[in-house]
């Protein structure tokens, strides 16, 4: 016997089914094809050769170390991924193109003032900065105790707080350029709000601050 008829037996009713539950009956509330993005994201990455007789410049944090990357600003590969991280958050091109390794400008140049310019360039798109995310790859030496002073210096040039500033160090496992103590590389990922994502949970009485 079929359900049907156990249940017309029975003298049970059939549920009507939910019109929630019928994907074809949904229909998108009309604002959600007019609300712009509250977050974005961007993601950057950097490498660079190590060499002796350079600085090793990392976060803006200077590590005692016989090598240092190769590069025409101080090759800063942590500062470089988070500057076209935050840049790209704001669809603004990459790191080369306002900062290109040919002009005199940028020679032996702290890559904090790239991070400051980026973060002026997003603020004047109408974002700020909700957290940065990043991991530097080296083989040696060991980076986690400058991990905090790198969080620090680049919080400050980033107008943020250190604990929305996150630093990670991972080994090259013996592989690849990093493994083989060839390189310096890095990858971040950086959230940006807009203004209006600020006043949506803050109220309106949230102040910005220029940046
Ligand atoms: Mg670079």
Do not use: Y
Request: charge should be positive.
């Amino acid at each position: 016997m079929e359900r049907r008829d156990r249940n017309a037996r029975a003298g049970r009713k059939r549920k009507k089914a939910s019109p929630l539950l019928h994907t074809s009956s949904f229909t998108p509330h009309p604002s959600s094809f007019t609300l712009q993005p509250f977050f974005r994201v961007g993601l950057g990455s950097d490498v660079h050769r190590l060499v002796r007789g350079r600085k090793l410049i990392l976060g803006g944090v200077k590590i005692p170390f016989e090598k240092g990357p190769l590069g025409h600003s101080d090759g800063d590969s942590l500062a470089h991924a988070i500057t076209d991280a935050l840049l790209g958050a704001a669809a603004l091109g990459d790191i080369g193109r306002h900062f290109p390794d040919t002009s005199p400008r940028w020679h032996n140049a702290s890559s904090l003032i790239f991070l400051r310019e980026a973060r002026r360039l997003a603020a004047g798109r109408g974002f700020s900065i909700v957290n940065v995310d990043a991991t530097v790859e080296l083989e040696r030496p060991k980076l986690r105790a400058f991990i905090p002073r790198m969080q620090r210096k680049l919080a400050a040039a980033l107008g943020i707080k250190p604990g929305q500033v996150s630093v990670k160090a991972k080994s090259g496992e013996g592989m690849d350029a990093v493994g083989l103590g060839l390189a310096v590389r890095a990858e971040a990922i950086a959230m940006v709000m807009t203004c209006e994502a600020a006043l949506a949970a803050c109220g309106p009485h949230v102040e910005f601050r220029q940046q």
